[in-house]
């Protein structure tokens, strides 16, 4: 087999460049909480805490971000975890006071003690990197592991790839496989590219090559080039399902256009 002609293993994104879309998207998560807020009224009787994150949702979305913060904190003394999860955004951001990464740690891990998946993702983020405090792979995996656990599918992708790379315990490539195929059910592309990289070469349970090459379909659906470059690979070889080089080509092309070199080289027949 050609070197270039070796399936992709595995596409795990900096966390870095993952932390700065995270917080960069913070207005936007705290504005997505407005529709289920919105949606409640009416159907119950709201706690004082969902009264409070109501109001300072209004605030949010006027523009009062002084008002938004103070009503985000009295909500979230309330009980909250959305609450303490907006604040912590805020304050990541500097949005309506000072900027605080020490206090939004502590409020992501309030939200996540409150069975927030966001918030545990978040907070695996800031341990994982350090901000706002020590860096701990073991919380970090912690973490992630219980935003998986409420179906958020970039922390179940996460904690996949730390527990195939043994980061922050040991290595479950068992677990990892469970992990994936959540995240590739919650459509999150990278997550389907890792299990069908899993499953391709028989880790953490029964090779199955058809299975394999249906996941990278989906990967490369989602815009992930490892996933159609390794489809394409599989395409041209007969792996997993009839040889179509046709198909292949266009793929490896494909990949090309989403800027993955192996993909131009292969398209090249390099």
Known sequence: MMRNEQIARFSVMSLPASLC??????????AALMAPAVLAQGTAAKSPAEQGLDAAMVDYNAGRLSAARAGFERACDLGSSAACYSLGEMMV???????????????YTK?????????CFTLG???????????DDVRAREAYSKACDGDHAEGCYIVG???TSARGGAQDDMGARVAFTKACHGDYAHGCLSLGVMMRFAEGGEQDEARARA????ACDGDVAAGCTNLGM???????????????TALFEKACELGRQRGCDLAAGL
């Open 161 to 163: 790839a730390m527990m």
């Open 234 to 248: 599989m395409m041209r070889r007969g792996e997993g399902g009839p040889v179509d080089t046709v198909q292949a």
């Open 125 to 135: 983020v800031l341990l994982e990197t350090g901000i706002g405090g020590t860096q």
């Open 111 to 119: 939200a996540c003690e409150g069975d927030y998946p966001q918030g």
């Open 93 to 107: 951001d500097g949005q309506g006071g000072a900027q605080d990464d020490v206090r939004a740690k502590a409020l």
């Open 21 to 30: 879309s995270l917080f960069a998207a913070a207005a936007l998560a705290i």
């Open 215 to 218: 996941l990278f379909a989906k």
